[in-house]
């Protein structure tokens, strides 16, 4: 039998705060509610949701920053709360966008500080930090000082100082965050080399496409719950048999926006802004004829171009999460 290397039980998380700075009020913050999945080994594993959706607050439970307020997880077998220790040596962890790099330090000093933080060996040291500029694809840039290091470079010595104690799970929480399409490019390529040195990695981004070009499969998270699980085709096969339009307008006002959301059969509508023009993203059901009632719903704004296009991993998210009412 396989047994799965993470696992999350019915994990809940409530974060308690206070408003106020005179009449402090008490509030309670669901952030987790009720979140299971397994990973397998090997496996890249997508967490996709809206900002505040709860991915962040997940991870932190499985890699023991954070008490789970019920539920269970383990990795490799460890319950994350009564075996913290045995999982923390076995894991790694990075978050995007993240500090803690000494500036005026090679890449290479930086590997070596935190080698010996981990306590690593001297020859040990030497041969695992060679293993992982040449993962992290920064072999040969690794004695030039990090302050001149771009930020996709800084991300793969994060993941780089990550995965130094050789861990078997590693957790990215968005990891291209940031970082310019020609490096998020190589920053994957960094991660897919990751699963290939046999390691089970955890992954959250924004991303679409870098989700769907890279991970196994893929749980969407929306108000603290799974809302919807599976390979990426599998998700995708949510929209599958509806069209997507997209039209370029120019000047269309919210209150036509607002009525051809509710012209029935338009599954969802998005807006987004661009320099002279909105480009609106209509997902329906195939078939529907929609193209030639624009003309009458949008009356007033002046159209451009309009194409019709098969659905992606994005649209599938979107409408995942307006059903689960974001
Ligand atoms: N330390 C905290 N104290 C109180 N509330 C918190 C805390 N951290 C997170 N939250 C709340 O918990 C919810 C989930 O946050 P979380 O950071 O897990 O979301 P996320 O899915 O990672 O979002 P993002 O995509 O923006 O990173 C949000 O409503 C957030 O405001
Ligand atoms: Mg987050």
Same mark, same amino acid.
């Given at each position: 039998?396989?047994?799965?290397?993470?696992?999350? !039980?019915?994990?809940?998380?409530?974060?308690?705060?206070?408003?106020?700075?005179?009449?402090?009020?008490?509030?309670?913050?669901?952030?987790?509610?009720?979140?299971?999945?397994?990973? &397998?080994?090997?496996?890249?594993?997508?967490?996709?949701?809206?900002?505040?959706?709860?991915?962040?607050?997940?991870?932190?439970?499985?890699?023991?920053?954070?008490?789970?307020?019920?539920?269970?997880?383990?990795?490799?077998?460890?319950?994350?709360?009564?075996?913290?220790?045995?999982?923390?040596?076995?894991?790694?962890?990075?978050?995007?966008?993240?500090?803690?790099?000494?500036?005026?330090?090679?890449?290479?000093?930086?590997?070596?500080?935190? &080698?010996?933080?981990?306590?690593?060996?001297?020859?040990?040291?030497?041969?695992?930090?060679? #293993?992982?500029?040449?993962?992290?694809?920064?072999?040969?840039?690794?004695?030039? @000082?990090?302050?001149?290091?771009? @930020?996709?470079?800084?991300?793969?010595?994060?993941?780089?100082?990550? !995965?130094?104690?050789?861990?078997?799970?590693?957790?990215?929480?968005?990891?291209?965050?940031?970082?310019?399409?020609?490096?998020?490019?190589?920053?994957? &390529?960094?991660?897919?080399?990751?699963?290939?040195?046999?390691?089970?990695?955890?992954?959250?981004?924004?991303?679409?496409?870098?989700?769907?070009?890279?991970?196994?499969?893929? &749980?969407?998270?929306?108000?603290?719950? !799974?809302?919807?699980?599976?390979?990426?085709?599998?998700?995708?096969?949510?929209?599958?048999?509806?069209?997507?339009? #997209?039209?370029?307008?120019?000047?269309?006002?919210?209150?036509?926006?607002?009525?051809?959301?509710?012209?029935?059969?338009?599954?969802?509508?998005?807006?987004?802004?661009?320099?002279?023009?909105?480009?609106?993203?209509?997902?329906?059901?195939?078939?529907?004829?929609?193209?030639?009632?624009?003309?009458?719903?949008?009356?007033?704004?002046?159209?451009?171009?309009?194409?019709?296009?098969?659905?992606?991993?994005?649209?599938?998210?979107?409408?995942?999460?307006?059903?689960?009412?974001?």
């Amino acid at each position: 039998m396989v047994t799965a290397v993470v696992e999350a !039980i019915d994990l809940h998380r409530t974060y308690r705060t206070t408003t106020g700075t005179f009449r402090r009020r008490s509030l309670e913050v669901e952030a987790v509610r009720g979140v299971s999945f397994e990973i &397998a080994e090997g496996e890249l594993f997508g967490l996709l949701g809206p900002n505040g959706a709860g991915k962040t607050t997940t991870i932190k439970m499985l890699i023991t920053l954070l008490l789970p307020t019920a539920g269970d997880a383990r990795v490799l077998g460890y319950d994350v709360v009564h075996d913290a220790r045995e999982v923390r040596k076995r894991i790694g962890y990075v978050f995007g966008g993240e500090r803690g790099l000494y500036e005026r330090l090679s890449g290479l000093d930086n590997l070596k500080y935190f &080698a010996e933080l981990y306590g690593l060996s001297g020859k040990r040291q030497r041969v695992r930090i060679d #293993e992982v500029l040449e993962l992290v694809g920064l072999k040969g840039r690794e004695s030039e @000082r990090v302050e001149g290091y771009s @930020r996709g470079m800084r991300q793969r010595l994060h993941i780089a100082r990550g !995965i130094l104690h050789d861990p078997e799970v590693v957790f990215l929480d968005e990891p291209t965050i940031g970082v310019d399409p020609v490096g998020a490019r190589s920053l994957r &390529a960094t991660i897919a080399a990751l699963v290939e040195a046999g390691k089970t990695v955890l992954l959250t981004t924004h991303y679409m496409f870098e989700a769907d070009s890279l991970c196994d499969r893929l &749980a969407v998270i929306a108000r603290g719950r !799974i809302v919807a699980e599976g390979t990426p085709a599998a998700l995708k096969e949510h929209v599958a048999d509806s069209t997507v339009v #997209e039209v370029e307008v120019f000047g269309v006002e919210e209150a036509d926006v607002a009525r051809l959301r509710h012209l029935p059969g338009v599954t969802s509508v998005s807006v987004e802004e661009r320099e002279q023009a909105q480009l609106l993203t209509i997902q329906s059901p195939r078939g529907l004829e929609l193209t030639r009632q624009l003309h009458g719903f949008l009356d007033g704004a002046r159209i451009g171009r309009i194409a019709a296009r098969e659905p992606t991993l994005e649209d599938a998210y979107v409408a995942l999460v307006t059903e689960a009412g974001e």
